[in-house]
């Protein structure tokens, strides 16, 4: 019988099975941000003596709250700073940052085939390179720092299929939130989707990375895409050495005979942008039936969509226009390289003449830490991941949507269905 | 963690409880895993959810909603139950994140049926019993065990052994 191409990376990974159901898997990749990671170093320091299983397999850095806000972020950030100068870590410090699931894969640390895991639910972005990616908690990411090991029940797989051809206006946020919709927000929980068909064929690596992030709110274990040419073409644009990427792109495919537990297809050809409406990502309508709704601020970032071709999408619609004047936008680069594109190539100048505050790259207010918190009662039109109560915000309201429907919302104050507008 | 916990039982019944929601991001700048229980599911505004009153000191288990746990991989959502005294938490279902990181820290995430938890709601039992090595859960209320229901529930071995050896980090270091 044939294999997925989780299975062929759960097996290559394999150390050994602890009991039947589990897994204990080799890491090729353990990714550190500041939130979740000082508690580990602590009790490591304390407990096991101050140690990593290999610091060239380490990456840290500092993305949630960048600059830090006050004492206590401060901290956070010192304590990583200086773990990393001892153990001979690489660190991305504040000026040369990014959200960890941008700046791994620009900086060339994400290769078809691996295993990576981070203090962090988002982590299932670098699947998109052909790779498992899984979001742990800090226990898990100190014995992974420790020992180079992380443990999962073997993940069923859900390959999801998408056909037909998108419609202008239409980008990989509204394919996730449309699948989120479809599958339910623990539809995939314990399983690793494995996505494919023309559409995605079509897409580029920044919107696979979009769709393998959302995965995680249907609840996925990890989203793949298989590697192809549009994998090596992102290697090339980034200058990343990977040797012989046709041998990593042949091996690192399912078999042609391989068993899904569960098999999708979805026709995207009539699909219209996506907005969410409740409060769990799940709860998604089209535009047409969601236009008008007043909102306080537009946010364009975050790890679902802070990369430079959302912030090009964003510029198009907002080239020569001013925002409304009821209300504010925020626009975040996922990276420093992104902003310093996005500066080159004049994007930076377009958000600002616009009447927007373009940032350095942070998470800032996805989660409601900084760069943009919401105050009680208000309305926030952003394309981040999460809608849930009060994420971005004690008594905020969130609607998730892509970069272009948010650009176009920041032109009227409300939201706005952006064919109208592009 | 011995074979056998018991305690009062607090319910809390929704559905996709998110980690935001069990802690709000404002209180993860922290690099301590202690002190976050008085900020649990502070947004809920959870009504009768006091740990200063008395009746709540013995409260050990949670009985909440599908899908808990979703979101947010922080574990100060475990951090902040534990810190409450919380050890067990049952439910239909959680999410991958949340149910792996509270048995890594040793603590216990039980799936029962829809079904079994909508009756367990209606119930309202005061107290819960927790057999690991029977993988049993015992109900009732007031002082006679016997006028309660038992329900059985499934527990992965190697979860089990994280329970009992309490917890993950220890595990690994020892084996790995």
């Known amino acids: ?422 | 963690m011995k074979s056998a916990i018991q305690g009062m039982v607090y319910y809390l019944d929704r559905p996709n409880i998110d980690t935001d929601q069990i802690i709000p991001a404002k209180y993860l700048t922290g690099v301590s895993i202690s002190g976050l229980g008085s900020h649990l599911f502070e947004n809920l505004d959870l009504q009768g959810f006091n740990r200063e009153d008395p009746r709540f000191k013995d409260t050990t288990i949670l009985v909440t909603g599908d899908n808990f746990g979703c979101g947010s991989s922080r574990e100060h959502a475990v951090w902040a139950l534990e810190d409450e005294g919380f050890q067990v938490v049952i439910a239909p279902s959680f999410a991958r994140i949340f149910r792996q990181n509270m048995f890594s820290r040793g603590l216990l995430a039980i799936e029962l049926p829809a079904e079994q938890v909508a009756k367990i709601f209606a119930s309202h039992w005061e107290n819960c019993q927790v057999n690991l090595e029977k993988t049993t859960l015992r109900f009732w209320s007031g002082e006679d065990q016997e006028t309660g229901h038992t329900y059985n529930f499934q527990l992965a071995d190697f979860d089990k052994s994280l329970v009992l050896q309490g917890g993950l980090v220890g595990f690994v270091a020892r084996n790995y």
């Open chain 1, 1 to 422: 019988m044939g294999k997925t191409l989780t299975q062929k990376i759960f097996d290559s990974h394999l150390i050994n099975r602890p009991s039947p159901e589990t897994y204990a898997l080799k890491l090729d990749l353990v990714m550190c941000h500041e939130i979740t990671t000082p508690p580990a170093i602590l009790d490591i320091q304390e407990k096991w003596g101050d140690k990593v299983f290999d610091p060239e397999k380490i990456v840290a850095l500092i993305d949630h709250v960048s600059p830090a806000n006050d004492s206590a972020t401060a901290l956070q950030g010192k304590v990583m700073r200086e773990w990393a100068r001892r153990q001979g870590i690489k660190f991305y410090d504040v000026g040369r940052n990014g959200i960890c699931h941008a700046i791994l894969p620009e900086q060339g640390y994400v290769l078809p085939g691996m295993t990576i895991i981070c203090g962090d639910s988002h982590t299932s972005t670098l699947g998109a390179f052909g790779a498992f990616a899984a979001g742990v908690g800090t226990t898990d990411l100190e014995a992974a720092i420790l020992k180079g090991v992380a443990f999962f029940r073997q993940p069923k797989t859900m390959r999801i299929r998408l056909t037909g051809k998108l419609s202008w206006g239409v980008y990989a946020k509204d394919i996730i939130l449309y699948l989120i919709s479809q599958i339910g927000v623990k539809g995939a929980t314990d399983r690793v989707i494995e996505f494919c068909g023309p559409i995605i064929d079509d897409l580029d690596m920044d919107g696979r990375m979009t769709i393998c992030n959302m995965a995680v709110e249907a609840g996925v274990t990890s989203g793949l895409c298989y590697p192809d040419d549009r994998t090596q073409a992102f290697y090339l644009e980034h200058q990343i050495p990977v040797g012989d990427f046709e041998s990593l792109r042949n091996y690192w495919q399912p078999d042609g005979d391989a068993i899904y537990d569960q098999d999708k297809q979805f026709d995207l050809s009539l699909l219209e942008p996506q907005v969410t409406f409740g409060n769990n990502p799940a709860e998604v309508k089209p535009i047409s039936e969601m236009v008008g709704i007043r909102v306080n601020q537009v946010y364009i970032g975050s790890c679902t969509n802070g990369r430079i071709s959302d912030l090009r999408i964003a510029a198009k619609i907002l080239e020569g226009r001013r925002i409304s004047d009821s209300i504010r936008l925020i626009v975040v680069p996922a990276t420093t390289e992104i902003q310093r594109q996005a500066i080159r190539e004049s994007l930076a100048s377009i958000f600002i003449d616009a009447g927007a505050c373009f940032s350095a790259p942070t998470c800032g207010a996805c989660l409601g830490m900084s760069n943009g918190v919401l105050a009680e009662g208000e309305v926030c039109a952003s394309t981040t991941n999460r809608n849930f109560p009060g994420r971005m915000g004690r008594g905020g309201t969130v609607y998730l949507m892509s970069p272009a429907t948010a650009a176009a919302t920041a032109l009227y104050g409300k939201i706005t269905d952006p064919r109208e507008v592009m």
